[in-house]
Nanobody, 123 residues
């Protein structure tokens, strides 16, 4: 499975971006998907996750109410619209796929990773 993340960029605080992650190589629909991020000098952290059916989502407290994860299985794509961005949202954002579809927040449960897309929020 190959994951290709896109949509990052530079935005002012309070602005919005939408990240996308396209999967290829194997059947996409059976995977749980998630977004993680890695701020400069810090560990990679969970941001949001969605199970294969789309019926359950999960968010880190720091992004709840501002970010929304969704997926379009017909397009093998998962999305992360991000609103009301803050400087502390600055990070490299990674999408990840979990073959077990557990909806885990733990990075080590994920089997495939995209290359990351940089999000920079200026104050």
């Amino acid at each position: 499975v190959q994951l290709q993340a896109s949509g990052g960029g530079l935005v002012q605080a309070g602005g919005s971006l939408r990240l996308s992650c396209v999967a290829s190589g194997r059947t996409f629909r059976r995977y749980g998907m998630a977004w993680f991020r890695q701020p400069p000098g810090l560990e990679r952290e969970f941001v949001a996750g969605i199970i294969w059916s789309g019926g359950s989502t999960d968010y880190a407290d720091s992004v709840k109410g501002r970010f929304t994860i969704s997926r379009d299985n017909a397009k093998n794509t998962v999305y992360l619209p991000m609103n009301s961005l803050k400087p502390e949202d600055t990070a490299v954002y990674y999408c990840a796929a979990d073959l077990k579809d557990w909806g885990s927040r733990t990075r080590y449960e994920y089997d495939y990773w995209g290359q990351g897309t940089q999000v920079t929020v200026s104050s």
